[in-house]
C-alpha cells in the first residue's frame, strides 16, 4: 500500500513538471488527438489503411519542432520489434509527438519497456497500447529453430528468446508451413497478457475504461496491420 502511495505521489508530481501539448497538438497531427481509446485504436488503423494504399498524409515540417520541443501527448503507445522494417510513424501514419514507440526484438515486454509504458500511460495519458509483432521475425523463428536449447544463441540472446519459447513457440510444429506466424501471433498476444499481468498502473487503467490494450501483427509484404483477437 505505502509502495503504490509512493509510486502515486511520484507519477503526480513527474506529471506536474511534463509540459504537454493540448487538443490537435503541436506536431502537426493529421486530426484532433483521439478522446479515447476506441476512437485511438480506429485512428491507428485508419492510418496504416492510408499507408497500406500509399495514401499517406503525415509529415513532419520545421515549422512543428518547437511545438513538439515544448511537451508530448501521444495517444497511443506501442511496443515494436527492433527490426529495422517496422516503423510505427509510418506503419500508423502518424507524425512525431502522436505515438510513445518502444523497441525491443521480438516485442517481448522486458521489465524497462514495462516500465516505460507505465510513463506513458500515468504521466502521458496515452489511451491505448499496441502489441506490435510483424512477419519474417527474426527473434520468433530463432525462438523456434533454437526452443530445445537457446544457450547456443550469442550473448544475452537467450534470456529474450526464452520469454517467446514459452508459450508461444515451443506449441507449433516447425514443419508447419504456418508456425512462424502462428507463433507471432502467439507472442504478440501473449505480451498484451503480460503487461496487465506484470503492471497494476496498466491493470488500473483498463479496468476503469482510460486504457485498451491490443496485439497484432504487420504484414511487411502489403503494409497492412491486422488486429489479432483472441
Known sequence: ????????LAAGILFAFVPTVDGEHASNAIAPSPPTPQAAIEALLAGNERYATDTAKSHNPPSARSG??????????IIRCADSRVAPEIVFDQPLGELFVCAVAGNVPTPEIVASLEYGV???GTKLIVVMGHSSCG???AAIEHRDDTSVLPGSLPMLIDQIVVPCAINVDPADPNALHNATV???RQGAAELLKRSSV???AVAKGDLKIISGVQNLNTGRFEIQRR
Do not use: E, T, W, Y
Open 202 to 204: 496498466i491493470k488500473d
Open 139 to 141: 527473434a520468433v523463428s
Open 68 to 77: 513538439l520541443a515544448s511537451g508530448q501527448a501521444p495517444f497511443a503507445a
Open 122 to 124: 500515468a504521466v502521458l
Open 186 to 188: 502467439c507472442n504478440a
Open 1 to 8: 500500500m505505502r509502495l503504490a502511495l509512493i509510486v502515486a
